[in-house]
């Protein structure tokens, strides 16, 4: 069995192709990249609109499969913006249709996880999901990926990326600063903002603009909004994984490729005696292959999606999917 997904809830634009054992045959990426400034979920979706098509070709191509051979197509129907998800739900029917095979929307949260559990040795791991636009911590609880903390305001990556442009550093910041970070000494005063279980990131990035205008060092700044971040992250990890007692924690999103945060999070696993995954870059990244894979166990599960049910949605939580294939 084949299924080919397509992911596109950000500026990320992926076409990938699985088989029924989880073998990635094919991971196409593309990302938007604005001139300046963040994204513009218009741009972004007339990016995907222009790549989609040569994407799925190359992703046939690159499987060695013909189309014929795909069986079911897969589309992230949520979360994330409107007009990326509503483009390539639309590339995804126009295959459905023309393939004369299956249709499935995958929650795009949940298939970090699953990809995570089929890539690497994580069965039953508690996720920390950091990326641009999502910051959740999940895992498995009755029958549902459950969402045991997560950001209140903003996604961390949006806030370093905002952080970013504002001190100096441009678009797409995170690797930016990282490395400044690492030049850094002082641990500015920063808040720290867990909230219970949940955090918040848009006070942490209005404290650390006040400091460069004050004139502290970019690479301070850096270090102690990581320092800080990573920490809450940290922390709400843990608790997640003492609450439901699991012994593995995964990574997914784009912000976990940072170091400093692996190091962290690799830390406190170690010392609870639990075990840290990070998936290959290319499938902990947004993809089209997590897509694939998540849709392939649902159709297997006997999940059936018809043409007309399958809108996108914007703020499709991670909770409301029943999870039947586990
Ligand atoms: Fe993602």
Same mark, same amino acid.
């Given at each position: ?56 070709? @190359? ?76 910051? @959740? ?67 942490? /990035? ?19 909004? @990581? ?5 809450? /992250? ?61 849709? /392939? ?30």
């Amino acid at each position: 069995m084949y299924c080919l997904g397509i992911e596109g809830t950000a500026h990320t634009v992926g076409v990938g192709i699985v088989d029924h054992e989880g073998n990635v045959l094919a991971n196409e990426i593309d990302m938007y990249k604005p001139a300046e400034g963040g994204i513009h979920p218009r741009e972004a979706a007339n990016h995907h609109a222009e790549t989609l098509v040569p994407m799925v070709r @190359q992703a046939i191509e690159r499987s060695g499969l013909r189309f014929k051979d795909i069986d079911v197509v897969c589309f992230s129907k949520g979360p994330g913006l409107g007009p990326c998800l509503r483009t390539v739900a639309t590339g995804a029917r126009a295959l459905s249709l023309s393939l004369k095979v299956p249709i499935i929307g995958v929650n795009h949260c949940i298939s970090h996880l699953e990809i995570g559990r089929i890539k690497t040795p994580a069965k039953d791991p508690v996720l920390l999901y950091a990326s641009g636009g999502n910051t @959740q911590v999940i895992a498995f609880a009755n029958g549902r990926y459950r969402i045991f903390g997560e950001t209140l305001d903003i996604g961390i990556g949006n806030m370093l990326d905002k952080l970013g442009r504002e001190i100096g550093l441009g678009y797409y910041a995170g690797p930016k600063i990282e490395k400044a970070a690492a030049q850094g000494k002082k641990l500015l005063n920063i808040p720290y903002s867990v909230k219970g279980m949940d955090l918040a990131f848009s006070g942490i /990035l209005t404290a650390a603009v006040a400091h460069r205008n004050k004139g502290e060092s970019i690479e301070d700044i850096c270090y102690s909004v @990581q320092e800080t971040c990573f920490a809450m /992250l940290t922390e709400v990890t843990e608790r997640a994984m003492a609450h439901v007692e699991k012994d593995g924690v995964l990574l997914g999103g784009g912000v976990v490729q940072n170091k400093r945060l692996q190091g962290m999070v690799k830390e406190m696993a170690e010392a609870r005696g639990a075990v840290m995954y990070v998936p290959d870059r290319t499938l902990c990244m947004d993809n089209g292959a997590m897509i694939a894979w998540t849709g /392939l166990l649902m159709h297997r599960a006997g999940i059936r999606h018809p043409l007309n049910t399958t809108v996108v949605d914007q703020r499709f939580r991670t909770d409301q999917v029943e999870v039947t294939w586990r």
